[in-house]
């Protein structure tokens, strides 16, 4: 009797104990629900969506810089005009002028074996002073050709340009104007030929002549100065710029020539391989693609 009061009172002990246990397991896992940190969410750079049609090339990581036409003047002498030039040159260009052509000659021996002094050119109205323009094609190598405008300067007495021929002049990104005197900056291009002008002009009406004091020299500009070409990433990465170096290196280098050399994350200068130096332009298709 004894013995069953005492496992009954055992068994009441033991519930007790669990279900306690129970409670404080529970209200430890609350707890801890309640105090665990939350995940915290980490702003991450949005990925670039790129067109399907340029993934996998180098068009799909970088862009082409120097890949713009650049525009270029300067000042010169037209020759063989008959009496259609004019003796008239600005003051402020004669210097010029006159160093420009002893510079290449002019005038010599090495001009159809006559020596005639660069004065002497500047006073014969066989010639005339003009304003020479073009535009080097985007990433031209030297060498590359470009056509030229030609043009008689305004208030000089130089009817036509018809039959004349430019003597070498230099071209330049700009020719600005300090009180009167033109300043040179680089030169990126010699200029020289034969001028054609427009065949069409209606030689019966005054109006149009005017026309014939500008002209046109086809492949009349001859590129001096290589312009630096390179890519640069859109995302700077020196294992990606390393990859494309190679990449490009293994597919245009021919004899040892590097085409391509990663400068730093994000810049890859370009070389225009000798085998492209005639077809620049298809060789930056064919690297962007």
């Known amino acids: 009797m004894l013995e069953n009061r005492s496992t009954k009172m055992s068994r009441k002990i033991l519930t007790m104990i669990v279900s306690v246990g129970l409670m404080v397991t529970a209200g430890c896992e609350k707890w801890f629900r309640r105090t665990t940190t939350q995940p915290v969410e980490v702003n991450r750079p949005r990925r670039v969506l790129l067109p399907a049609g340029i993934a996998q090339t180098v068009s799909a990581y970088a862009n082409l810089v120097g890949g713009t036409a650049l525009p270029v003047m300067g000042y010169g002498i037209v020759g063989g005009l008959g009496d259609t030039g004019s003796s008239e040159v600005p003051t402020n260009l004669r210097k010029i002028l006159i160093q420009q052509m002893n510079k290449h000659m002019v005038g010599t021996h090495r001009y159809g074996g006559w020596k005639v002094s660069p004065e002497r050119i500047l006073e014969d109205k066989d010639t005339a002073v003009v304003f020479v323009s073009g535009r080097i094609p985007p990433a031209a190598p030297v060498g590359a050709r470009f056509d030229v405008t030609v043009e008689a300067l305004p208030r000089t007495q130089t009817t036509s ?28 291009a010699i200029a020289s030929g034969a001028i054609f002008v427009n065949p069409f002009i209606d030689r019966s009406n005054l109006d149009e002549l005017v026309k014939l004091r500008v002209g046109r020299i086809p492949n009349g500009g001859v590129v001096t100065r290589s312009r630096p070409i390179k890519l640069e990433l859109r995302r700077p990465d020196y294992r990606m710029a390393s990859l494309i170096q190679q990449r490009i290196n293994q597919r245009f280098s021919l004899r040892g020539e590097k085409v391509a050399t990663a400068k730093t994350p994000a810049i890859i200068e370009l070389h225009i391989p000798s085998s492209f130096r005639h077809d620049y332009r298809h060789f930056l298709e064919l690297l962007m693609h």
């Open 161 to 188: 340009l018809e039959g004349g021929i430019l003597m070498s002049t230099e071209l330049y990104l700009s020719m600005t104007s300090s009180k009167g005197t033109p300043i040179k900056s680089k030169d990126w």
